[in-house]
């Protein structure tokens, strides 16, 4: 069975720097999807990237972009310029090309914007 | 195009009484998940619904919990008898088709006290 793993409860960055959050995975697949949503208090989930495995290339989306290494299944999101309305619990989650509901979650990261 | 609608935003219920969550999906979207999730974890798959049919209810539990989503209207989670072990934050999400994103709503918290 696949597995999300976040091994950063919580992390803090200060305004306008850069942050990366981890996220490690386990399956035996080699075709998925992986993706960044972000969690607001107001409790909305959004995506916020997705990356396709059969993609050597990172996704990127303004300032947020991801590194993704199949091999060492390892799939990290980097937040540049680090705004305020960032600050959110954001969730790793890992889908198979055969299901897009079947949505493995991490546990999630809180990340706090310091002004 | 309104986003997917989850209401009450809040439930509260005492122990031994039933929980009705609604959820209607953006325009278009036929196909339908509910996710629960418990605190300090991330959200877990309980049922995919298309309308009128069930097509996979693997992740919810056997007894207390039904789904549907009829021809007309929204769909509906029903907790039946709920225990504390219920309280979570219950989403909602909805897709034009089965292998496109789905959308997600702004989700149900359910108390139990």
């Known amino acids: 069975a696949q597995t999300v793993t976040q091994s950063q409860p919580e992390m803090s960055v200060q305004e306008a720097e850069t942050v990366t959050l981890s996220c490690t995975y386990d399956?035996?697949?080699?075709?998925?999807?992986l993706f960044w949503y972000k969690q607001p208090p107001s409790r909305q989930m959004i995506l916020v990237i997705r990356q396709e495995a059969y993609k050597q290339q990172n996704a990127t989306e303004n300032r947020f972009s991801v590194n993704f290494q199949k091999a060492a299944k390892s799939f990290s999101l980097k937040i540049s310029d680090s705004q305020l309305g960032d600050a959110a619990m954001y969730f790793c989650a890992y889908r198979s090309t055969d299901s897009n509901y079947q949505l493995i979650w991490g546990a999630g990261t809180k990340l706090i914007i310091k002004p | 195009n309104a986003g997917v609608m989850q209401n009450p935003r809040h439930l509260v219920r005492r122990r031994g009484q039933e929980a009705r969550l609604r959820c209607s999906p953006m325009k278009g979207h036929s196909h339908v998940y509910w996710y629960r999730q418990l605190p300090e974890e991330g959200l877990k798959f309980m049922v995919y619904?298309?309308?009128?049919?069930?097509?996979?209810e693997s992740g919810m539990p056997k007894e207390r919990f039904s789904a549907e989503f009829p021809k007309e209207g929204p769909s509906i989670l029903r907790i039946q008898q709920v225990v504390r072990g219920d309280s979570a934050a219950y989403f909602c999400?909805?897709?034009?088709?089965?292998?496109?994103?789905?959308?997600f709503g702004q989700g149900t918290r359910l108390t139990v006290v």
């Open positions: 619904l298309q309308k009128e049919n069930i097509i996979d």
């Open positions: 999400a909805s897709s034009p088709h089965l292998n496109t994103e789905a959308f």
């Open positions: 399956t035996s697949e080699s075709d998925y999807y």
